[in-house]
């Protein structure tokens, strides 16, 4: 069964103006600090090689954002790894207590997220791509 015209053109047109990798990228972000930072690499490298003379410049406020939410989340997805096996092991606190530890910074990880595919999905740019908050 194929797709109507109208369904295949708007298809083509969301994939042309580079929105559903910056989507891509938002998705590996999100899942940086579970999978201690192999997502991230990933979403890195494609953001960086991304950014191209064809991309308009809106979605180049995300891949710039992007790649500083990863350095800037990057460094405290592994203190809260090592962190979280320091207590583990030396102080004898219970694995169910690290959620405690790594849970500010999947919140902060997941807020640029879903803040950054929030103006994606609008077809807005990142007001302040080089901001640390939110």
Known sequence: MTQPPAQTSELKTF?????????????LLF???L???????????????????????WIKTH???????????????FLTFFASQYLIKVVQVQPIYMFLVVMPVLA???????MGFNHL???RPYPNPK???V
Do not use: E
Request: aromatic letters at 14%; glycine letters at 8%.
């Open 15 to 27: 994939l042309a103006d580079g929105r559903g990798m910056a989507m891509l990228i938002y998705s």
């Open 31 to 33: 899942f940086m600090t």
């Open 35 to 57: 999978t201690l930072g192999l997502t991230g690499i990933l979403a890195l490298i494609i953001a960086t090689f991304a950014d191209s003379d064809k991309t308009p410049p």
């Open 63 to 77: 891949y710039q954002f992007q790649v500083r939410t990863f350095w800037i989340g990057i460094v405290p997805t």
């Open 108 to 114: 902060w990880v997941a807020g640029r997220c879903a």
């Open 121 to 123: 999905l609008y077809r």
């Open 131 to 133: 901001s640390w908050l």
